[in-house]
Each structure stands twice: as structure tokens, then as C-alpha cells.
């Protein structure tokens, strides 16, 4: 009879734990950065290149793990070529160069990692820095918000045709390929005329494009960049950019799930940044009003600024807002985490406050952790009307303050942290097997 009573406690326990599972903020059965993402990655050394990448790849190329390949300068895969790279496989982006890759509308890139053997991109430099190369470049065939059917990159590359620079059409399903558990490591270069390149930047990108499992990190530009298409978005991690994480335009049409973004005062740009921007063009006359604005729905985010000392960080004007929502967008984001941040949203001072407006940006099951405030238009002190409406019990949205040892399962791991949320000492997990 005892050992049966044991039995039942134990099955219990398990039942118990799976209703517990914390359904806000980065989730899952386990911690999903494990084993492919490197929090530390200056400390990696892969070695001298043995195969050189550079001007066009105009037919099939398949990358091999047993190389370690040197983008120098700016290398472009064009005429419908598709270019391959096999788990494991190491590309540096070369600093003298500021090598970069770019897959032309119509070609593909095939990256398909896996969880114990990502690919990497990264700095050729023994002492790797922010900055050191370019970055990486996909564009499709999906519509933007853009005049004519077609937009070029601005990034300063110099491509021998601009139809390799060019993105944008018609096709909502549009495939450029696959990437999925990829790492992208001190991307970023800055260019006199056209400022930084991002880590990852994806233009006119089609539903069948296949976006997963991506981490970018200690970029000096952008981590991740979306300019129009209809891209599904799921497990990203972006560490330490400079500037924003997150940065949505032209008419993107977009599904961001399950992601996280980790911002340190101390590397962020003087500039500010923040985790996530919205916006749906730069100057509106060269948006076409008939096309469609920028539309994002994110769920399961982690947005978390890491600070030492948050309130001193806030004081000297370090730590700026986590999501700043522009004016003609229209951004939701349901059962997330924002922590940490000064305050956690800015409305555009455009943005005029009534329904119509509000019902395009919504907050729903959110939690607000350890913010100088929740939710502001741009250049007014006082938010009470906002307050009161995100406030509302029908959002369901918590505010909270916490450091972060006490919300996260492990935040302060510098090898294998855990952002997963805790609450009241239950981890964000359903997996009773799970340690």
C-alpha cells in the first residue's frame, strides 16, 4: 500500500508540474539555448581559412564543414544559384575587406544547422570586436509598402549587377531558403554614408522561407533587420547589439515567436536602441499609402536589459525603452516578458490616443518586470489614460518588480543562462523530467 501511495505522488507531482507551465515570456520543455547558442564566442578560435568565398557564386555551391571558409569583401549568390552549407561549417566575414554575403532575389541560401552542430559566422580576427565584418544579407520576391515593385538595398554594397542588391514583389510565398540554427558574431560594420550593417538583415522574405533557431550577437548595427515580405520568425536570440534587436519596416508582415533579446547598458549605442522597433517606413513620402503598413504580431518574447546597477543605469540616461511603436503600424504582443527597461514602451507622438488606434496595438498576458514605467507617448510625462486602458483587467498583463535572479531561472549564467521565466519557484517548463 506505501509504495502505491508513492506512486500516486510521484504521478502527482508530474500532473502538477505540467499544469504549471509558465506560459509567459521565451518558453518550452527545456532550455532551447542550449548546446547551439554561445554566450561567450570572443573566446572561440576556428582557425585559418581554407577556402576563399568572394565576387559572385553564380551556380550550386555547397560549403563543407571540413573548411573554414573567408567571405572577403562582398560576396553575392546570384542567377538563381543555390548555395548550401552543411552543419558545422565555419565562414568568417574578413576584417580588412569587412567581408559580407548576400543571397540574391531568386537564389537560396541552405543553411540548415542543427542543435549540436550550428553554423557559424563570424569575425576572422584572433580578438574578435563588434563591427569587425558585415553581416548577412537574404532577399526575396514578397511585396513591400515601397513605390513600384522593388526596392535596393542601402548598405553601400557594390554588386557588378543592381539586380543583386534589389527586393521586393509580389509573391507572399516567396523561398529563399533556409535558415536554422545559425549564429551570426560580430557583424556590423559602419560605413561613412550609410551607417552600420545589421547582423542579419531580411528583405522582401516570403512565407516559405524558413527563419528558425537564429542567434546574433555583439553586433555594432542592428541584430536583426526586416524590411517588408511576410517572414515567420521563431526561437531568435539576439545578445548584446548595439543598436536595436528588432527592427520591423517597409510593410512587413510578420510573426515573431518564442524569442529573446538580451540588452546590456554598457554596449548599447549612444544613440539609444531598444529591443524592438516598429515602423512601417523612414520618411512617409517614400511609402506607397494604397500598399499595405507594417504589421507584427510577436508572442512569447523575452526582452530583458541586464544591468549592475538598473536605477544608477536609468539615472545617466544608459537604459532607453524596449519597444517603440511608430505611427500607421499596428503591433500586438501576447504572453511575453519586458524587464527592466526606461519605460517599457514609447508610442510614437503621432500615434493620436483613441480606439481606433488602440485596438492596432495591443498587449495582452504580458508581463512588466522592473520598468521606469509601462507604456508613454513619445515627449508626454503623464500616461494615466494609458495605464488605465492597458491596465484593464481584459488584457490580463501583470506588472511586477524583481531582479532578475528572482525572475529568471538563471540570468546570471555567463556560459549557459536560462530566461525562462520563474514564478514562485516554478520553471517555465512542463517536462517533469526536465533538471
Not at 563591427?131 to 513605390?147: E, S
Not at 503598413?293 to 530583458?304: I, P
Not at 527592466?340 to 492596432?360: E, M, Q, R, T, Y
Amino acid at each position: 500500500m506505501m509504495r502505491i501511495t508513492k506512486i500516486a505522488l510521484v504521478f502527482l507531482c508530474a500532473i502538477t508540474t505540467a499544469s504549471a507551465q509558465q506560459e509567459k515570456g521565451i518558453n518550452g520543455y527545456s532550455n532551447w539555448l542550449n548546446n547551439w547558442t554561445d554566450f561567450r564566442p570572443s573566446q572561440k578560435d576556428f582557425g585559418e581559412p581554407t577556402q576563399i568565398l568572394s565576387g559572385n557564386i553564380s551556380e550550386d555551391t555547397k560549403l563543407t564543414k571540413n573548411n573554414v571558409y573567408l567571405l572577403l569583401g562582398d560576396v553575392f549568390v546570384t542567377d538563381n544559384a543555390n548555395l548550401v552549407i552543411e552543419p558545422g561549417t565555419v565562414i568568417l566575414g574578413d576584417f580588412k575587406t569587412k567581408g559580407s554575403l548576400t543571397i540574391s532575389r531568386g537564389s537560396k541560401i541552405i543553411a540548415d544547422g542543427t542543435s549540436t552542430d550550428p553554423i557559424i559566422f563570424t569575425s576572422s580576427r584572433s580578438v574578435k570586436k563588434a563591427g569587425d565584418w558585415g553581416g548577412l544579407f537574404i532577399l526575396g520576391n514578397a511585396p513591400t509598402n515601397t513605390f513600384g515593385n522593388a526596392a535596393s538595398l542601402e548598405f553601400g554594397l557594390k554588386p557588378s549587377s543592381f539586380d543583386y542588391i534589389s527586393y521586393g514583389g509580389s509573391d507572399t510565398d516567396s523561398n529563399s531558403g533556409v535558415l536554422r540554427y545559425v549564429r551570426v558574431e560580430f557583424a556590423g560594420k559602419r560605413t561613412k554614408d550609410f551607417g552600420n550593417f545589421n547582423g542579419l538583415t531580411l528583405a522582401g522574405i516570403g512565407r516559405e522561407t524558413v527563419i528558425q533557431n537564429i542567434m546574433v550577437s555583439y553586433c555594432e548595427g542592428n541584430s536583426f533587420e526586416i524590411l517588408g515580405g511576410e517572414p515567420f520568425l521563431m526561437q531568435l536570440v539576439s545578445f548584446r547589439s548595439n543598436q536595436n534587436d528588432y527592427e520591423f519596416n517597409y510593410g512587413t508582415s510578420c510573426n515573431i515567436l518564442n524569442s529573446l533579446a538580451v540588452r546590456s547598458p554598457y554596449v548599447s549605442s549612444p544613440y539609444g536602441s531598444r529591443c524592438m522597433v516598429i515602423k512601417s517606413y523612414d520618411d512617409k513620402e517614400s511609402s506607397n499609402s494604397t500598399k499595405k503598413e507594417t504589421r507584427v504580431h510577436a508572442e512569447n518574447l523575452t526582452l530583458v536589459n541586464v544591468s549592475d546597477n538598473l536605477e544608477s543605469d536609468i539615472e545617466v540616461g544608459l537604459v532607453r525603452e524596449a519597444i517603440f511603436v511608430d505611427k500607421d503600424t499596428s503591433f500586438s504582443i501576447d504572453k511575453s516578458v519586458i524587464s527592466g527597461f526606461n519605460p517599457a514602451v514609447i508610442f510614437d507622438a503621432g500615434i493620436k490616443i483613441n480606439n481606433d488606434n488602440l485596438k492596432k496595438i495591443q498587449f495582452t498576458r504580458t508581463y512588466f518586470n522592473n520598468c521606469n514605467g509601462n507604456i508613454f507617448v513619445k515627449g508626454y510625462s503623464n500616461n494615466d489614460d494609458l495605464e488605465s486602458w492597458y491596465g484593464s483587467r481584459a488584457f490580463n498583463n501583470v506588472y511586477s518588480k524583481g531582479p532578475d535572479s528572482e525572475t529568471f531561472i538563471d540570468a546570471q549564467s555567463t556560459k549557459r543562462p536560462d530566461y525562462r521565466l520563474r514564478i514562485n519557484k516554478i520553471i517555465a517548463s512542463n517536462d517533469p523530467n526536465d533538471d
